[in-house]
């Protein structure tokens, strides 16, 4: 989707070394997500946020944090990479007025790979 | 504890044929269900979301279908193509919680050529 924008695309990186990676949307949505993908296990959720400053976890936090300090941006940061952290990574957006929830819109993802 | 079961995990038909793919949850009280379509190595592309308040979506070839009180949601695919190749994950918002969507493993369909 093009109001959303993950960066980098593709990642190697050294067990050990901090990762971030990013989310950025034009689309001025509340809230923001950041799942990981891998088979058998579907997507999990690892933090979202519920506005500027407002994160908390989901299902698969350890090892993750987050930062949003604008509307716009929503930073996943591996604190130690460990190869158990190989995955596909997305981030997703989510609007709400109150009245209609207007679902989810992803990203194209981040595949990291850690050696 | 919300869990979301797709059935079957996969599923190959001739192209032309209309297909059904399945979606469960245990709870039924969600503000809304919604329907992608992932291609290999790609992102999550949004076909249909259904609120609860409504029946069914329709969207080309493509129908979606919530019975909430029994826990199912049904995505009709008529005159199945190669290019509707892809996975389909359902995923639910539950009404309890915070603004969290619950995804099924998802179904992968392959059309035959």
């Known amino acids: 989707d093009a109001g959303i924008t993950q960066s980098p695309r593709h990642k190697v990186t050294e067990t050990g070394t901090p990762v971030t990676l990013r989310c950025h949307q034009t689309e001025n949505h509340r809230y923001m997500y950041w799942y990981r993908q891998d088979p058998g296990h579907g997507l999990r959720l690892i933090h979202y946020s519920y506005g500027v400053k407002d994160t908390d976890k989901g299902e698969v936090s350890d090892g993750y944090s987050v930062s949003r300090s604008k509307t716009e941006d929503f930073l996943l940061t591996l604190e130690s990479a460990t190869s158990s952290q190989t995955s596909v990574y997305f981030c997703a957006t989510h609007q709400s007025d109150g009245l209609t929830n207007y679902g989810y819109t992803f990203g194209s993802g981040t595949r990291l790979t850690v050696v | 504890k919300q869990e979301v079961t797709q059935i079957p995990a996969a599923l190959s038909v001739p192209e032309g044929e209309n297909l059904v793919l399945n979606c469960s949850f245990t709870d039924s009280a969600i503000y809304n269900l919604q329907w992608f379509r992932q291609d290999p190595g790609k992102g999550l592309t949004s076909l249909l979301l259904?609120?609860?308040?409504?029946r069914e979506q329709t969207s080309g070839r493509l129908n979606a279908s919530l019975d909430k009180s029994s826990g199912r949601s049904t995505l009709y695919i008529a005159a199945s193509q190669p290019g509707d190749s892809a996975t389909y994950l359902c995923?639910?918002?539950?009404?309890?919680?915070?603004?969290?969507?619950?995804f099924g493993t998802g179904t992968r369909l392959k059309v035959l050529a």
């Open positions: 995923a639910v918002r539950p009404t309890s919680g915070t603004y969290k969507y619950i």
């Open positions: 259904i609120q609860s308040s409504q």
